[in-house]
């Protein structure tokens, strides 16, 4: 048996209390020798008689670390008299770090101990919670390369760094009142607020108060309650349902909570979970859905907030505007929020990484950010070195390299320069933390995206060769990399043909898949104001009289139906789309339920929210064939439910659109795996978080024995695209 050995352990062994478990496991097992950060990597000397116990024991791991391989080779030299831990050094960059953890039991507990060093102390964490990408500048992990180096330790928090027995041994976040970070509340003018931070904003929020909270990755805006209409109002986001922060057992009294959506909200990531309300017309101030988005208290701030609070709940929003980046600077949140705010609860802590919060429903992961990102996955692209630099909104980067794929935080709506300027700082960063540079940059076929032009501007400066892929491929290929039918349904996205895609069937494997079925091609008159005022989507699939009648009614005057009709009979203005999205939006708007996007999806997600009070009938379908493809006739769909409005009510109708379409799809889906003699079915596509839509869809494949494939490793919506555009590319460089 092996009495030595110089062990190199690879993987997310940074920021996750590695060496400080080495040193424990050491002690346990007798062992002389010593271990380092090298790189990203952990490099381990030891001997002892129980060496392979102490093998067996470090090869597992700390609850937050993904190993990937551990090499044993000799050990060199003499052995040390005991086992230490030693100063980090440059290496490999091989591995990665965390992504943030929401705060542990235990430094809860600390908080709380009356007399106790971190009693009432807003960043206490240990090395199994707290802050890593968010803090982090440069590998390898330790205090000296994150923000947190600005906070030399006190001889309390050096004693328990230094003390093997404890729980902050090597933890580079530990700081406490005497030393770490300072906590500050803010009037709207900056003048400091007299008295103790935390109960002081707790009082103003309990007393109506807008305040904006610095956290791990940015900012929010928290109010209670009460103050969600004035929230909204001051905001512009009349409409939008907001999230809300509460401890467990109110969110059981609000919402339907399943065991595993009780064990996202408690995991290290904290998500916010999107849960079905018990009383779906209750909590309309916040989210007028039959959901409302919840998380729980994550950081040490917020469990001190809930302790002073008499509120049970708090809405909690990120301050930045949809789409735009997190505000990471009390400065910037000065000089984008002072007509909307009343105090700033910010703290000294620099964010070197902004991160929103994750968001997931069902299980499905709809933003991939805080807790859950950076994402690391093992997969096998080859040799080549891919950089993906995703679509244009909900955007994030994605770089493969070295059998692993790593996916940013969100990044937002690469359509304005604050977001673009986000994405190349996203990509120096995650190349900084890699070492990598690219053979392959793989963008989106639209040509006029942001992102697409970035791409050529780095393969110009880089040499890498460029891939473009079209969007709805990108889903599939986020999905599996299998021979497979696709199915892509969402918003948009560029097509082959120039024109507007989102309810899509394809074909084959990665890289080749064939675009074989879809929905029946209908006009967007004024093209994007149609997102905005989908009752023009209405009549672009419904372009007669009756559709126009029905404008009338709602006071749309002679001259803008006849600019209407003219745009349709013309083509004028009028581009071409097969959206999922879009079928949805005019399905709203003829049921009167949304006349007007005020933010992202908010036609879908009322007609589901509205449906899901109704009882469905699934209707007939129509298919046609077009250029050797099967095509589903939306507009027979459309009619149907404008036919039935006079008889059924609108829950009913909402209800019943959304099954026939998701039930046309399947069916479409179905077909083609006939035709191909496929049996799996991949899923993807913002339109599948619609919960009613995607089990149609799932449920129809099932029962005629197919398999369906949905990811829940990446985002459905377009937050799997920059990953889909790593896969494909790294494809397309081997063929």
């Known amino acids: 048996m092996r009495k030595n050995g110089r062990i190199s352990i690879r993987g997310i062994v940074q920021g996750v209390g590695f060496r400080p478990f080495v040193f424990t496991a050491a002690d346990t097992y007798g062992i002389r ?40 080779t000799d050990a060199k ?126 009082r103003l929020l309990d007393e109506g108060a807008v305040i904006a909270i610095k956290g791990l990755g940015g ?84 469990h001190l907030l809930f302790r002073h609070l008499r509120a049970r ?12 980046p997190m505000m990471t600077t009390t400065e910037a949140a000065f000089e984008r929020l002072k007509n909307h705010i009343d105090y700033y609860l910010t703290h000294t802590r620099t964010i070197a990484n902004r991160c929103d919060d994750s968001v997931v429903r069902d299980g499905y992961i709809i933003r991939l950010s805080r807790g859950l990102a950076p994402k ?21 980067i994605s770089l493969y390299r070295g059998g692993f794929l790593i996916t940013s935080p969100h990044v937002g709506n690469v359509r304005n320069p604050s977001t673009l300027a986000y994405l190349k700082e996203t990509v120096e960063t995650i190349r900084a933390f890699t070492g990598a540079s690219w053979d392959i940059i793989a963008h989106d076929l639209h040509p006029q995206f ?23 491929r990108a889903h599939i290929a986020a999905t599996t990399e299998e021979p497979c039918i696709g199915i892509a349904i969402d918003g948009v996205g560029y097509g082959d043909d120039g024109t507007a895609w989102g309810g899509e069937i394809f074909a084959g494997q990665v890289p080749d898949l064939r675009r074989v079925g879809h929905l029946e091609p209908v006009l967007m008159p004024g093209g994007d104001i149609a997102t905005r005022f989908p009752e023009r989507m209405l009549y672009g699939i419904l372009p007669d009289e009756l559709t126009l009648e029905l404008l009338e009614g709602r006071g749309w005057n002679e001259m803008e139906r006849d600019i209407l009709a003219r745009q349709v009979e013309r083509r004028f203005n009028a581009s071409t789309t097969t959206s999922t999205g879009r079928v949805l939006d005019a399905a709203a708007a003829l049921l009167g339920i949304c006349r007007e996007k005020t933010f992202d999806g908010e036609p879908a997600q009322v007609l589901e929210a509205v449906a899901h009070r109704g009882c469905a009938t699934t209707w007939e379908r129509e298919f046609y064939e077009k250029d050797g493809r099967q095509v589903l006739r939306t507009s027979a769909i459309m009619k149907r439910a404008r036919d039935g409005m006079s008889t059924r009510s609108t829950e009913d109708l909402a209800a019943s659109f959304q099954v026939t379409l998701a ?37 129809h494949i099932r029962k005629k024995g197919l398999t369906p494939l949905i990811s829940r490793e990446y985002p459905l919506g377009d937050g799997c695209i920059s990953a889909g555009q790593c896969i494909w590319a790294a494809a397309v460089h081997r063929q």
């Open 663 to 699: 039930t046309g799809i399947a069916e479409l889906a179905v077909a083609a795996a006939r035709r191909e003699n496929i049996d799996h079915v991949a899923v993807s596509g913002g339109v599948a978080y619609n919960r009613a839509i995607r089990q149609t869809i799932v449920s």
């Open 376 to 396: 690391r996955l093992r997969c096998t692209l080859g040799e080549v070195s891919v950089l993906g630099v995703g679509p244009e909104l909900n955007a994030n």
């Open 313 to 324: 709940m708090l809405i909690m929003t990120s301050a930045n505007e949809p789409g735009e």
């Open 77 to 202: 030299g003499d052995p040390p008299a005991d086992f230490t831990i030693l100063e980090s050094t440059a290496g490999a960059l091989s591995g990665f770090i965390p992504a943030d953890v929401a705060t542990c039991e235990d430094c809860i507990a600390d908080i709380a101990k009356p007399g106790g060093r971190y009693e009432g102390y807003w960043a206490t964490s240990c090395v199994n919670c707290g802050p890593r990408y968010s803090i982090i500048r440069t590998l390898p992990y330790d205090r000296e390369r994150t923000t947190m180096e600005e906070f030399p330790m006190c001889t309390g928090c050096a004693g328990e760094y230094s003390d093997p027995g404890l729980r902050r041994h090597h933890a580079q976040t530990i700081a406490c009142a005497a030393c770490g970070p300072a906590l500050l509340l803010l009037d709207h003018s900056g003048a400091p607020v007299d008295g103790d931070p935390v109960p002081t904003a707790a």
């Open 219 to 302: 900012f929010h805006i928290a109010c209670i309650e009460s103050s969600a209409s004035r929230l909204k109002g001051t905001l512009g986001r009349h409409e939008q349902p907001l999230a809300v922060m509460a401890e467990p057992d109110e969110v059981r009294r609000i919402a339907h909570v399943s065991p595993g959506e009780e064990a996202l909200l408690k995991g290290p990531a904290h998500p916010i979970v999107v849960l079905e309300k018990k009383d779906p017309l209750s909590h309309m101030a916040i989210s007028k859905l039959h959901t409302i988005g919840c998380m729980l208290p994550y950081t040490a701030l917020h």
């Open 33 to 72: 020798g010593n271990v380092r950060n090298l790189g990203s990597e952990v490099l381990i000397n030891a001997w002892g008689e129980r060496f392979e116990e102490f093998l067996c024991a470090v090869s597992r791991g700390t609850p937050l670390s993904r190993i990937d391989s551990v090499e044993v």
């Open 450 to 472: 942001l992102s697409t032009r970035f791409a050529r501007e780095l393969a110009g400066e880089t040499g890498a060769r460029l891939v473009a892929v079209q969007h709805h």
